[in-house]
């Protein structure tokens, strides 16, 4: 089980998900009918040195264990569908007139190069040390630009995050896109309230958040979630976070939100789980929501 000041690297714990998401986008990638191209995501997993994590390696586990073709379909399905959606709510808000982009917990999110940004737009991105540092080293390896102007805030989400972010030049007069892909289940709900308490202190009116949200707690007896196929195991990943009802909070506290289902996402791309897909539950268990500032 996680405690309150646990750290990790790219490889362990909550940081070998921003793995998971990268081997799901690498996988989608190969796709002849992708829903989206992430020429990043294959690079990030490699370089990560997990050989089980590579494409090669999946297909190698599915014709040798068929069981597990569900669990690798269904990674690849929902992260193509939220990544998709999310860059679609994101390229809105840039168009709305957000003016520079804060992503909470980047991790191996590449968007900063691989969505069209206006020249010089400023481009935040907030995670642990470690996971910037890989991050970082494998975009110098690939000498990897980009129109937006990067700028990476090494710091812990439960430290002064917003202080850090300021002092990398952040402004907090001008409306913002913020993204927290794939981090509210990992929060205590607690921690999910003091989390969007500070994102609202430095959002003014036109901003936008971006988030997925959990319907109910993500718990490590969640059965029928099996991540072990991946190589980590649910204990590793969730605290007993507690119910926090994050779009009704949201819509109370300055925020006017929309929402879609992840089922319905994957539906409407044309990816709908099969019947009695063991990631049911986790796919009905999350919502994708796009909050406006009021």
Same mark, same amino acid.
């Given at each position: ?10 490889? %362990? %714990? ?10 799901g ?7 002849p009918?992708?829903?989206?191209r992430?020429? =990043? ?5 490699r *370089?990560?040195?997990?050989?089980? &994590?590579t494409?090669?390696?999946i297909?190698?586990?599915? $014709?040798?264990?068929? %069981? ?5 379909t ?12 999310i860059d679609?709510a994101?390229?809105?808000?840039t168009?709305?007139?957000? *003016?520079? *982009?804060?992503? &909470? ?5 590449a ?5 069209p940004?206006a020249?010089g737009?400023?481009v935040?991105?907030v ?9 970082n080293?494998?975009?110098d390896?690939?000498d *990897? #630009? ?9 710091? $812990?989400? @439960? ?11 952040? @402004? ?20 999910q #309230?003091?989390l ?7 959002a ?13 707690? =993500?718990?490590p007896d969640?059965a $029928? ?14 605290? $007993?976070?507690?119910?926090?009802a ?7 506290h300055g925020w006017a ?9 994957? %539906?409407?791309y ?6 009695g897909?063991?990631w ?5 268990s ?5 909050a406006?500032?009021?």
């Amino acid at each position: 089980m996680r405690t309150n000041k646990d750290s990790w690297t790219i490889t %362990s %714990s909550v940081g070998r998900t921003a793995l998971l998401v990268a081997l799901g986008r690498a996988l989608e990638t190969r796709r002849p009918d992708a829903l989206i191209r992430d020429r =990043f995501a294959e690079a990030f997993v490699r *370089a990560a040195g997990e050989d089980s &994590l590579t494409p090669e390696a999946i297909d190698e586990l599915v $014709d040798s264990d068929p %069981s597990v073709a569900g669990s690798v379909t269904m990674l690849r399905d929902m992260m193509a569908a939220r990544t998709l959606r999310i860059d679609t709510a994101v390229a809105d808000a840039t168009a709305s007139g957000c *003016a520079q *982009a804060v992503i &909470l917990a980047s991790g191996l999110d590449a968007r900063a190069h691989r969505l069209p940004w206006a020249s010089g737009t400023p481009v935040f991105e907030v995670d642990q040390p470690a996971v910037l540092e890989f991050k970082n080293g494998v975009l110098d390896q690939l000498d *990897a #630009q980009t129109a937006a102007h990067r700028t990476t805030v090494a710091c $812990d989400l @439960r430290d002064d995050w917003l202080g850090a972010l300021r002092d990398a030049g952040f @402004r907090d007069d001008i409306p913002t896109v913020w993204l927290a892909e794939g981090l509210l289940p990992y929060l205590r709900a607690e921690d999910q #309230q003091t989390l969007l308490t500070t994102i609202g202190s430095a959002a003014p009116s036109g901003s936008v958040l971006i988030l997925d949200v959990p319907r109910e707690p =993500f718990e490590p007896d969640h059965a $029928d979630f099996d991540a072990s196929a991946f190589g980590v195991t649910m204990d590793e990943l969730f605290f $007993d976070i507690g119910q926090f009802a994050t779009q009704d909070w949201l819509d109370g506290h300055g925020w006017a939100t929309t929402s879609d289902s992840l089922v319905s996402l994957l %539906s409407e791309y044309g990816r709908p789980a099969p019947e009695g897909s063991p990631w049911t539950r986790m796919q009905q268990s999350l919502d994708l929501v796009v909050a406006h500032r009021r």
